[in-house]
């Protein structure tokens, strides 16, 4: 239907949907910044009549209050949604109309208590898409485990629920309807998506192992919530941020699209209360940083990150970034709640260097040079995930997952002078954990950058019995 067209963020593996008729239109999902949903209202010529959220987001800030206040759209959320800020909580089987189209209320809990499923009726009253949030993915279904703390609820508890959404109100449909998700691969929020960004629900119901037919609900329940990964901390924040308010977007940009000189920004980051945070490339990071740097390059999962390694939303942030990627560098901290970036280093690295103060380096080696040296001359820290890990490693690695640097102190475990190579899946996570680790004063790391694959192919012994760092439950 070419009244809908979906708005995908891949670094969030977020979608957000914008669907007009006869000169009205809705967005559901929406990103924290406006001007994608205002800009197609005015070329188009539509007004913006609601806002229609799925649940309440838990890995990035959605746009409703800013969207509403520039629009004058009203915001819906399904039952059992308590706001901090005025919205219109739906029943369920509740119906809006957006020009000739009709959008009815399913509501699915089971992520969450007051996920919500809206159904679009095409102009001729045929049920055309089911747009499912976080309750139904492409090849998989949401977490129940993000809402327990909230609710003193079980994850099997919800997980039941889950079930339930889904046999009942989503399942009955017919198999022509389109499934328009809120994530895909690479969201925290479920544990095996998909790439596509969406399907037919009959070809969900033959691919998607939550919709088999004859699964029980006691087999639903041990599968969902198998397997599941502790959820960045971030999360329970935003969706915090989402249920009661947050600050203006953009407010947050101005802050954070301040240049700084030099002599400002050696004053700034000399702050005990200032994190300084390079998000340029990783190998331009490792060949020249500041000292005391985190890198969280742009060019990876950077938000998601952001999320798991900054403890505070309202950290102050000064910004190392390369020219022309200042905007985007506080606009993708603001998608996640850092609206306190202060600046930036104007002319970057060169110019640091330019005013003659300090650079560190981090050793770095490519995967392919790796492979042939003598891999056993050091200790060997894999930080990819502990499944990841599991699948294959080389051995005797030891398994150091960056997800836990914030809750296990790792670093503690180690002889800060003795040397050490460090690898995740690219290189983009190791040179994470790196940085880290050589602001603690770990500087004998050998950073490795490459496809993991190349270590896999190249003979080197993989899949040995190898000690282990996990944090203990």
């Not at 691969?185 to 969900?204: I, V």
Request: contains cysteine; proline residues 4%; aromatic residues 10%.
């Amino acid at each position: 239907m070419k009244n809908v067209e979906q708005i995908y963020t891949n670094c969030l593996a977020q979608g957000s949907y914008f669907i007009e008729s006869d000169g009205e239109a809705a967005v559901i999902d929406p990103l924290r910044e406006t001007f994608p949903y205002l800009e197609r209202a005015k070329e188009r010529g539509v007004k913006i009549k609601y806002i229609f959220e799925t649940h309440f987001h838990a890995d990035f800030v959605s746009g409703h209050l800013d969207l509403a206040k520039e629009t004058g759209a009203t915001i819906i959320y399904g039952p059992k949604a308590e706001t901090g800020f005025e919205k219109h909580e739906a029943k369920d089987g509740e119906e809006f109309k957006v020009g000739k189209l009709t959008f009815r209320v399913l509501h699915t809990p089971g992520h969450t208590p007051e996920s919500t499923t809206y159904l679009l009726f095409n102009e001729e009253g045929k049920e055309h898409a089911i747009f499912t949030g976080d309750t139904l993915f492409i090849g998989d279904v949401g977490r129940p485990d993000l809402a327990q703390k909230a609710t003193n609820l079980t994850k099997e508890d919800l997980a039941g629920w889950l079930f339930d959404s889904l046999r009942n109100k989503i399942m009955t449909l017919p198999d022509d309807v389109i499934v328009y998700p809120a994530h895909g691969a690479g969201s925290a929020c479920g544990k095996n998506m998909s790439s596509e960004t969406w399907d037919t629900l009959g070809n969900q119901k033959k691919t998607n192992y939550a919709l088999r037919a004859d699964m029980s609900k006691d087999e639903f329940i041990d599968e969902v919530t198998a397997g599941l990964m502790p959820p960045p901390q971030y999360f329970a924040k935003n969706a915090k941020l989402n249920k009661g308010g947050y600050g203006s977007f953009n407010d947050a940009m101005d802050r954070g699209l301040k240049a700084l000189s030099v002599s400002e920004f050696k004053n700034i980051i000399d702050q005990e209360d200032v994190l300084l945070l390079d998000v340029r490339s990783r190998w331009n990071f490792v060949n020249g940083f500041i000292p005391g740097s985190l890198f969280i390059g742009l060019d990876g999962g950077f938000a998601p990150w952001v999320g798991a390694l900054i403890k505070d939303l309202n950290q102050k942030i000064a910004l190392v970034v390369e020219e022309g990627k200042e905007e985007e560098a506080v606009r993708r901290l603001a998608r996640v709640g850092y609206d306190n970036a202060i600046g930036y280093l104007k002319g970057g690295i060169d110019a640091w260097q330019s005013e003659g103060e300090h650079i560190d380096k981090i050793e770095t080696v490519k995967v392919e040079d790796f492979v042939k040296s003598d891999y056993n001359s050091k200790p060997i820290l894999d930080v990819r995930k502990p499944g990841e890990f599991e699948t294959t490693h080389i051995q005797n690695s030891i398994s150091m997952p960056l997800d836990f640097f914030g809750e296990t102190d790792f670093e503690n475990k180690f002889n800060a002078n003795e040397s050490h190579f460090i690898h995740c899946r690219s290189g983009y996570r190791s040179t994470i954990a790196a940085s880290i680790l050589a602001s603690k004063g770990y500087n004998n790391l050998v950073n490795i950058i490459g496809s993991f694959d190349i270590i896999k192919e190249s003979g080197l012994p993989v899949m040995g019995s190898c000690p282990s760092l996990l944090p203990v439950e």
